[in-house]
């Protein structure tokens, strides 16, 4: 079975000394354990959508998972604003280096159908002698659940299979057959058609437990 948190724990290992964040790279339940260093990468789970694949059968989902990947840096105010301006660059180089590791990667591919949008959002705060500069990344991830994933349904186990032939032509148009395997399909006598009653043949299969 393949979830949103089991996704977001694979991207945090696979993102850890992937990109300029180092080892700074948490997923939601670890976020108390950061140090104050930076730059630091969040990664949490926001939204998740299940799209029913029809009606029919039993349940089936695409899942789309949306991971959001917060990246943090700190770059010292200068007068002439280069400060900034370096904290914007450290989230681009950290940006694309987040996209080198995750897209295409074979242990987060082998759970996904698709990434079906990435969307990238940054944000400078220069208040203050230092500048807080943050990237948001939302990655999508496409996915599948099936039945097997949800309320496991009661079922008794097929242990043996009974095939009666009764066929359609009549060798015996006046005859009566006592306990026919399927009274209700008998054409009563005088008959034309069959079934009549009469198994012509049968097999029984016993299956392995």
Known sequence: MTTSSDLRLLAAAILKNATDAGTNV???RDWPT????????????????????????????????????????????????????AAV?????????IEVALINNPELM?????????????????????????LVVDVGMEFYQGPEDFYPVDAVQLEQITVDADLTNVADP????????????????????????????GLDITLPQ
């Open 26 to 28: 948490f997923a939601a």
């Open 34 to 85: 950061w140090k104050g260093g930076y730059p630091v990468l969040y990664l949490h789970t926001p939204v998740e959508e299940k799209e029913s694949l029809g009606p029919n059968g039993a349940p089936q989902f695409t899942v789309t998972s949306t991971l959001r990947i917060s990246a943090r840096v700190q770059k010292p105010t200068a007068a002439d604003g280069s400060g900034a301006a």
């Open 89 to 97: 660059v450290a989230l681009e180089v950290i940006q694309r280096q």
């Open 110 to 134: 082998n759970q996904l159908q698709q990434f079906p949008f990435i969307r990238t959002e940054m944000k400078v705060d220069d208040d203050g002698d230092q500048n807080i500069a943050e």
């Open 174 to 201: 006046q005859g009566t057959y006592a306990n026919p395997p399927f009274p209700q399909s008998v054409n009563p006598a005088p008959r034309t058609s069959g079934p009549d009653g009469r198994a012509e043949g």
